[in-house]
């Protein structure tokens, strides 16, 4: 044995982390745990900051990996990071993650009541958007009059708005995938206020249809960030309450719009349409200006990623300076004085103990020396998930092209989607013949724009009767081992299916001048307390079926209920005018009766149908992989741990015997 070897061995060993410690770096590559928990290969293959100018000239190093491997790195304010070592040796790329219940910057770890208040102001942006649909009517007497233009041109300016909100997110929903939530709702939210002014001021129709399509591409992307907004600090278990209230926000809106849109419109002018939706959305702008911050993990990540990479290389030249201060040859003599000293002083029984204070100052100088060389690499901090994004171009293309695709091969999907098209296009019918069906009691503009607070009405009951809906969905999911099936979002949407068309059935056939016009109002109450459940399951149902796919699936619904919001407007006055309100709305009624089939047998057969579509076997086969790919992750970590057990139970006994020769 070489002299003083035995010691040095010791010495390393003694230095090393406590078994815990070393417990949990043997999760390492193989190459890893040879170097941290063999004393020997240890002291050979650490660099040293004079290993430079002193090789050493025993014990050649190791050969590297055959790839890089993942190590958990502990530290960093409660960060777990995913270290995978670079052959070269002198630039390190770690791999970084949320850390647990203590890492503040994860979403998930927020305050509830911080959390709860994000989402809430997103919606809040979401409730303008909402206005603005329904309160646009209240100018239309105005824009007619001022620009001799008639009744579907004015109404093609609505069409504009949500044919924009249909196809819009298909392009630039990615952009909070590269850029972040906030960034994204705040400069939607600015530019959406400000697309008021050229309706305020408009001197024809063709500014208000222009300005009208812009600003529904300006809303369609901040209404697609609240769904994702509420995933970023939610499980999925927590965001059922949210939804409900998401939809409440959506039902509020479209049902005060209307009414100081119309009596503003009749004091003021119409201008006064857009103004008063200008000054309200200003206040939202400065309120998520000032309140909202970013809750995208992966965004949050890479920002933290950089920020440590900065840091890793400051210090690293920090390290790189005070290196040139320490002297590598006086380091390498004092470590050999101490190691002659100590021989001596264990081979002669007479000679006195070594000196305490100069060998902690040797060992000092030696650990700084060494540390200095660790600091002296910097570290490139990484988000895998940001590593690993494809470009934009990629994501806008699978965007654009998934949901479409979905819509017209998933039967599940399509059905949903057109149900919920159906559902949500006759919310905007029922703005556009009002003041057909209420003709016979010759109220005004300001008081037919009074009926469609109903919505409103309509949305708290419907918020009251969600929270029923998540009562019946737990009780599913403790039958099912702690996850309910998709179908447990149906319970009430089955409910809607009846009320829907039956709602129609009332206003149509109840709107006569013999009939107090409460029973009017009472079906439209109907007819919105029954799309309030469908709108609020048609989201959780899907993301519960498609689950990783969610969001194409999300999409595909969306475009195609936003795209009859637009298109079925267009044709409803004529509809009512040439069959008359009841036949018109019994038609309307018997379409969603049809429709309304789709719960019942999706809750009775979803499982079935499910299991057939191309998706759901593209889920089943990589849930199979992923299950594949960690067991077998689990059996190389037992392997790896157990020779860094058996490596470490050498290198102990080792170094005892090292240490009992020296003794001795």
């Not at 002198?90 to 709860?116: L, S």
């Not at 200006?289 to 920002?303: D, K, Q, Y």
């Not at 016009?517 to 959780?540: D, K, N, T």
């Not at 267009?570 to 005018?577: G, R």
Request: aromatic fraction near 10%; hydrophobic fraction near 45%; glycine fraction near 6%.
């Amino acid at each position: 044995m070489v002299k003083g070897e035995g010691r040095n061995a010791f010495s390393a060993l003694s230095r090393s982390p406590s078994p815990g410690t070393a417990h949990l770096r043997t999760i390492s590559s193989q190459e890893q745990q040879e170097q941290e928990c063999d004393p020997a290969t240890a002291s050979a293959s650490k660099p040293t900051p004079f290993s430079t100018s002193q090789p050493q000239p025993t014990a050649p190093a190791p050969d590297p990996a055959p790839a890089p491997a993942a190590r958990k790195l502990v530290g960093m304010s409660e960060l777990d990071a995913f270290v995978s070592k670079e052959p070269s040796g002198h630039v390190r790329t770690e791999y970084i993650e949320f850390g647990g219940a203590e890492d503040k910057e994860n979403p998930f770890n927020w305050p509830k009541w911080r959390r709860w208040f994000h989402c809430v102001l997103a919606m809040s942006y979401t409730c303008m958007t909402a206005i603005n649909a329904t309160a646009y009517s209240a100018a239309e007497e105005g824009v007619m009059a001022d620009f001799g233009t008639s009744h579907e041109i004015f109404v093609l300016g609505n069409a504009l708005y949500f044919i924009f909100i249909a196809f819009t997110p298909l392009l630039l929903a990615p952009l909070s995938e590269v850029y972040g939530r906030n960034r994204i709702l705040i400069v939607s939210a600015a530019a959406y206020a400000i697309l008021y002014i050229p309706q305020a001021v408009a001197k024809n129709m063709a500014t208000i249809l222009v300005t009208r399509g812009i600003q529904g591409a300006v809303a369609s992307v901040g209404n697609s960030l609240v769904g994702g907004i509420i995933s970023d600090m939610f499980a999925a278990e927590e965001r059922g309450p949210l939804m409900g209230f998401y939809g409440l926000v959506n039902f509020f809106g479209q049902g005060i719009g209307p009414a100081p849109s119309a009596y503003l419109a009749a004091s003021r002018g119409w201008p006064w349409v857009f103004w008063w939706q200008l000054i309200l959305t200003g206040a939202v702008v400065i309120l998520l200006i000032l309140f909202v911050r970013e809750s995208r993990g992966s965004v949050l990540l890479a920002r933290r990623a950089e920020r440590m990479t900065k840091e890793s290389f400051r210090a690293a030249a920090e390290a790189k300076a005070a290196r040139a201060t320490v002297s590598p040859t006086a380091t390498t003599s004092a470590l050999t004085h101490a190691s002659d000293e100590e021989e001596e002083a264990s081979s002669s029984p007479s000679s006195a103990a070594p000196d305490t204070q100069e060998a902690a100052d040797i060992e000092r100088a030696a650990r700084t020396a060494s540390n200095t060389a660790t600091r002296a690499q910097p570290t490139i901090y990484k988000c895998r998930a940001a590593e690993e994004r494809a470009s934009l171009a990629v994501m806008a293309k699978t965007s654009l092209t998934r949901p479409i695709v979905y819509l017209f091969t998933e039967p599940v999907i399509f059905w949903m989607a057109l149900w919920a098209a159906v559902a949500w296009g006759t919310v905007f019918l029922l703005v556009d013949v009002v003041p057909i069906v209420f003709s016979v009691y010759d109220w005004t503009t300001e008081q037919r724009s009074l009926i469609f607070l109903s919505y409103a009405l309509s949305g708290v009951l419907g918020l009251v009767s969600n929270f029923h809906q998540e009562h019946l969905y737990a009780r599913s999911a403790r039958r099912h081992n702690g996850k309910a099936p998709p179908e447990a979002r149906l319970y009430y949407p089955c409910v809607s299916a009846v009320l829907f068309p039956i709602g129609f059935f009332i206003m149509g056939w109840g709107a006569r001048s013999s009939v107090h016009p409460a029973v009017p109002i009472f079906g439209i109450c109907v007819i919105s307390f029954g799309i309030y459940p469908l709108y609020v399951a048609v989201f959780a149902f899907l993301a519960d079926s498609y689950e990783r796919y969610a969001s194409s699936a999300l999409a595909a619904q969306s475009m195609l209920r936003n795209l009859a919001a637009g298109l079925i407007p267009l044709v409803a006055s004529q509809l009512y005018e040439a069959l008359g309100v009841p036949w018109a709305s019994t038609l309307v009624g018997c379409i969603a009766a049809v429709l309304g089939v789709c719960p019942f047998v999706l809750f009775r057969y979803g499982e079935q149908i499910r299991g057939r579509s191309r998706v759901a076997r593209a889920m089943r086969a990589e849930a199979e992989r992923e299950r594949e790919r960690a067991e077998r992750e689990k059996e190389g970590h037992e392997a790896k741990l157990e020779r860094a057990r058996e490596r470490w139970a050498a290198a102990t006994a080792t170094a005892d015997s090292e240490r009992t020769a020296a003794a001795a």
